[in-house]
Nanobody, 124 residues
Framework: EEQLVESGGGLVQPGGSLRLSCVTS????????MAWVRQAPGKEREGIAN???????NYGDSVKGRFTISQDNAKNTLYLQMNNLEPDDTAIYYC??????????????????WGQGTQVTVSS
């Protein structure tokens, strides 16, 4: 059974940084495309970063240049380094995984396996 557990969220001031982690188990990590998806209050889930099985990455326009997705295959862990955070980045952040998705997709319904989410709040 695929399991994903996020951590690292919290309250941060505008301009600050956070690093999210997603520890996975129950599947062959390097054989799955992984993504970070967020959901702000009153909005739909938004795919923001993807790292695919070949290591290629893709970012949504809203985070490009500020966020970096990475993974440690030895630890079966996905990361999201978030810099220069803005109040509009406030959301619940989820990691997602799937073995059968288009390359570097940011389309949320493509992913079948999800973590429980971690809250990120950007406020002064």
């Amino acid at each position: 059974e695929e399991q994903l557990v996020e951590s690292g969220g919290g309250l941060v001031q505008p301009g600050g940084s956070l690093r999210l982690s997603c520890v996975t188990s129950g599947f062959t990590f390097k054989s799955y495309a992984m993504a970070w998806v967020r959901q702000a209050p009153g909005k739909e889930r938004e795919g923001i970063a993807n790292i695919d099985r070949d290591g290629s990455t893709n970012y949504g326009d809203s985070v490009k240049g500020r966020f970096t997705i990475s993974q440690d295959n030895a630890k079966n862990t996905l990361y999201l380094q978030m810099n220069n955070l803005e109040p509009d980045d406030t959301a619940i952040y989820y990691c997602a995984a799937d073995s059968a998705v288009p390359i570097c997709t940011l389309i949320v319904p493509d992913f079948r396996f999800w973590g429980q989410g971690t809250q990120v709040t950007v406020s002064s």
